[in-house]
Every structure is written in structure tokens, then in C-alpha cells.
């Protein structure tokens, strides 16, 4: 059973920072870029960033350019999203998920975590 979870997620004030982790198990990912999604309350789900499979190529949506950055341990199965700066616009639950592909589309990504709340206060 192919499971990711994520964790590092809680309640931050305005400026401050945090590092969410996504655990890969369940098979290989070999070959698997992964991404990262936030969803708000009311609001669609939105494209945060990606790495791909060697974690030499990144992408993000210009939201978290610059103050976002991702990383990836192969050997550890596990995926970072370091958030710096953080504002309240980011507050949401942010989920992880992998894809064979290079997209911003959730529809392109096969497997979901179970999402992390990140709360930013104001």
C-alpha cells in the first residue's frame, strides 16, 4: 500500500518559518517527481511547487517564489518544503503527492498524502 505523510505542519506567526516533510513508503518512487499543493477553506486546491526525481530541477508558482524552496532525500524516501517568510495568505492544509509527470495540475499527480495544517497568524 503506497502511502505518503506529511508532517511539520502547525501554527506560525507572520515572518517566521517552517519545514514540512513527506515520507514515501509503500514502493519505489523511482522515477517520480513530487509535488506540493495547498488547499484553503472555500478554495481550490493550488500548486505550491515540485522537484523532480534527482532533485536537480525545481519549479514554483510565483505565490511562494523565493520564499519557498523543496528538497528531496532519495535515500530516505522524503521530500521537504521549507517555507520562510511566511504570511497569512498562506495559512491551508498543504498535502504532498507524486507524479510520473512535470505539472502544476493535481489531476496529473497518483498519489496524495493526507495533508498538514499550516497556520500563519497575523
Known amino acids: 500500500q503506497v502511502q505518503l505523510v506529511e508532517s511539520g505542519g502547525g501554527l506560525v506567526q507572520a515572518g517566521g518559518s517552517l519545514r514540512l516533510s513527506c515520507a514515501a513508503s509503500g514502493r519505489t518512487f523511482t522515477g517520480y517527481a513530487m509535488g506540493w499543493f495547498r488547499q484553503a477553506p472555500g478554495k481550490e486546491r493550488e500548486f505550491v511547487g515540485a522537484i523532480n526525481w534527482s532533485g536537480g530541477s525545481t519549479f514554483y508558482a510565483d505565490s511562494v517564489k523565493g520564499r519557498f524552496t523543496i528538497s528531496r532525500d532519495s535515500a530516505k524516501n522524503t521530500v521537504y518544503l521549507q517555507m520562510n517568510s511566511l504570511n497569512p495568505e498562506d495559512t491551508a492544509a498543504y498535502y504532498c503527492?507524486?507524479?510520473?509527470?512535470?505539472?502544476?495540475?493535481?489531476?496529473?499527480?497518483?498519489?496524495w498524502g493526507q495533508g498538514t495544517q499550516v497556520t500563519v497568524s497575523s
Open positions: 503527492a507524486a507524479t510520473l509527470h512535470r505539472s502544476m495540475e493535481a489531476r496529473r499527480y497518483d498519489y
